[in-house]
């Protein structure tokens, strides 16, 4: 994944991420992102302050759309 500055487009930071990662998530309140990778099945929390990997999360079948649930809970799959 990439991190870039919305006002440049220029590149600040790449975090490791599963295989193909297509998707990211931020829901308000909670420090995290979270990237989906379909072909991996598995979605990786990412740290927003640090840019780290803080876990990757092994899913049944193929992630296809995420979304929250106000309490950072909510994965859909397809």
Do not use: C, W, Y
């Not at 991420?17 to 998707?23: F, I, L």
């Not at 998530?25 to 927003?48: K, M, N, P, Y």
Request: glycine share 8%; proline share 6%; aromatic share 4%.
């Amino acid at each position: 994944m990439v991190v870039f500055d919305r006002a440049t487009l220029a590149t600040v930071a790449t975090i490791p991420a599963g295989t193909n990662p297509d998707e990211i998530i931020f829901e308000a309140g909670h420090a995290d992102r979270l990237g989906l990778q379909r072909r991996s099945s598995d979605a990786t929390v990412i740290d927003a302050a640090t840019r780290k990997v803080v876990a990757t999360i092994p899913l049944p079948g193929k992630p296809e759309f995420a979304a929250v649930d106000g309490k950072g809970r909510s994965l859909r799959q397809h």
